[in-house]
């Protein structure tokens, strides 16, 4: 059995990607704060057939992704993990309280950290895997009143790149994904217009995931819609 660990599963990207990757056959274990999202996602990965395991987890908090692990470990080391849960918190720096700093870093960023970590083991003690973080343009460049996520997107590149590094000969391949204006929830609110929809984001992701050459570890693809 392969299946896959997606984060922010509940809806936008992260639901597209877990429902992409369900249609290649893999089982899914969709991972955010927000069960009645999950439970939606879980339900059209039964209707095509795959089996889904749902869990509510602060990727931020070290206690819930080891928990998560634990839940996770009756499957065995997933075969893909995609790291696309993100918040964003607008406001100017000075306006920028550190409750909203702290929770768009940990989410962003440690999160990344700590699920990787969680997995990594098993998928190195098998020889074979793949993890692909969901980055974005802001990765690459600044926008006022997101300066919170800017710098942990900007920070998801640097540890998408060391970890290529940290698991290069060990059968894993990592890659990371900067999409542009997604036609998703967090775009609202910033001022631009839509370039792409989250399905077209998760065929590259899934692409990565399933299908790209291991020569492609530590790349990082960027996307601008059409």
């Known amino acids: 059995m392969k299946f896959a660990v997606v984060t922010g599963a509940s809806r936008g990207i992260g639901r597209a990607v877990a429902l992409a990757l369900g249609a290649r056959g893999l089982d ?13 996602t ?3 990965l039964h209707v095509g057939g795959r089996r ?3 869990v509510s987890c602060d990727v931020g908090s070290a206690v819930e992704v080891q928990r998560l692990a634990e839940q996770v470990a009756a499957w065995g080391a997933p075969d893909v993990i995609v790291h696309c849960a ?62 919170a996520y800017c710098a942990s997107k900007w920070g998801v590149v640097g540890f998408t790149k060391a970890l290529a590094e940290e698991v290069r000969k060990t059968g894993i391949m990592v890659s990371g994904i900067l999409p542009g ?10 001022g631009f217009s839509p370039e792409m929809t989250p399905e077209e984001v998760s065929r590259a992701i899934v692409f990565l995931a399933l299908d790209a050459p291991d020569s492609m570890n530590g790349s990082v693809v960027e996307m601008f819609g059409r």
Do not use: Y
């Open 181 to 190: 204006s997604v036609d998703t929830d967090m775009l609202k609110g910033s």
């Open 28 to 40: 899914l274990v969709a991972v955010s704060r927000t069960q009645a999202g999950l439970d939606e």
């Open 52 to 54: 889904a395991m749902t």
């Open 86 to 147: 993100g918040v964003i918190r607008r406001a100017h720096i000075e306006e920028m309280t550190e409750a909203d700093w702290d929770v768009t870093l940990d989410t962003n960023l440690k999160g990344v950290f700590l699920v990787t970590r969680a997995f990594l083991p098993g998928m190195k003690a098998r020889r074979s895997g793949r993890i692909v973080v969901v980055g974005s343009i802001s990765s690459t460049l600044g926008t006022a009143r997101a300066s």
């Open 42 to 44: 879980a339900a059209w």
